[in-house]
């Protein structure tokens, strides 16, 4: 059943748990993801970025997503992730998604904020929830080092005042995650303090960005022949969020994880393994469905770790 992020995670917040936010690219990692989500009736968001629906398609996306809330007995949403452009909101509105993102977290306040105001007017015209952002969360392509990423947090008293004017359903914090693999030098460090004070201000579902554990079975996948595959750097001193900060996180209020990160790695990992093991296969099929297996053996992880199983 397709219902709004905004229903799964008043859920969620009453629960005291949290919803796995996945991002999708392409089919293999929707059914690797819906298999585990309905063994373990898992509520599920199911995100798109805009580089998503740049590489597959809207309809596509749309169509599969759909497809699979029909076919699979839980409650799924279809959530724009880290929307940047108005217009694309605008289309995903149209089209059906429950649920977007509007990123304006590297705006000034004053123009993040008549944006989400705006993004808020069209969705709740629609009766679909927005999430927003408020500080930045780093990573990937940014340069900035780990130290100087505190700049960048959520300030509460700020956080306070957006979620007032803004009437957004939902908020992505800034307290210390980055996206991407490489995340933290070794130990996980977030500023829970910070997050207490957010939740205790705002009584909103919180989400964690880049929130990705990035863990040592995949990444060890990834190295295993690596010389062979003039590959050895790709996740060479990668660190990602602990179970144990995630689950202190959830217990301070967060209610929304987004994972992205350990799903593409499981993905390479399993083609990585079939290719390895099976160098005479031609067929996508029996390259993929490894990758597929992999993705289900993250998503299982994560539900059992966020609380979410028999949830839905
Ligand atoms: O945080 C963003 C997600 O990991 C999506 O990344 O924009 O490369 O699709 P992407
Ligand atoms: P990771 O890179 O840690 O998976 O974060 C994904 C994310 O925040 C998507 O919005
Ligand atoms: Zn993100």
């Known amino acids: 059943m397709l219902v709004t992020s905004g229903q799964l995670l008043k859920k969620a917040y009453k629960g005291h748990y949290a919803v796995p936010a996945f ?20 509520p599920i968001i199911i995100q798109t970025s805009e580089g998503a629906i740049e590489y597959a398609g809207m309809d596509f996306l749309y169509a599969m997503v759909t497809t699979a809330a029909k076919k699979y007995p839980i409650a799924i949403s279809l959530h724009l992730d880290h929307g940047k452009n108005l217009k694309t909101i605008k289309q995903c509105i149209a089209m059906g998604w429950t649920s977007v993102m509007f990123d304006g977290s590297a705006l000034p ?9 705006q993004v808020v007017k069209w969705a709740h015209a629609k009766g679909i929830s927005v999430e927003a952002e408020l500080g930045a969360i780093k990573g990937k392509e940014d340069t900035i080092d780990i130290a100087a990423r505190e ?18 359903d939902i908020l992505a914090i800034s307290i210390g995650t980055a996206h991407g693999p490489f995340k933290f030098e070794n130990k996980t460090i977030l500023d829970f303090k910070r997050l ?10 919180l989400v964690l960005h880049g929130a990705s554990g990035i863990p040592h079975r995949i990444t060890d996948m990834l190295d295993h022949k690596c010389s062979d595959l003039h590959d050895c750097g790709r996740v060479a001193g990668a660190h990602g969020v602990s179970d144990t900060a995630i689950k202190k996180a959830i217990k301070l ?4 994880i987004n994972i992205d990160s350990d799903l593409r790695l499981a993905f390479t990992a399993g083609m990585r393994n079939a ?17 597929r297996d992999l993705v289900a053996y993250i998503v299982a992880k994560k539900i059992a770790l966020f609380g979410s199983a028999r949830k839905s």
Do not use: C, W
């Open 23 to 42: 991002n999708i690219n392409n089919l293999e990692v929707l059914q690797g993801i819906m298999e585990s989500a309905t063994k373990l009736r898992s």
């Open 109 to 117: 306040y004053k123009e993040n904020l008549s944006k989400t105001q």
């Open 151 to 168: 700049a960048f947090f959520t300030d509460p008293v700020q956080a306070t005042q957006f979620v007032n004017d803004s009437d957004i």
């Open 196 to 205: 207490s004070e957010i939740k205790k201000n705002t009584h909103l579902p």
């Open 253 to 256: 209020g967060i209610n929304k």
């Open 275 to 291: 290719l390895l093991a099976k160098p005479h296969a031609y067929d996508p099929r029996d390259i993929l469905s490894e990758s």
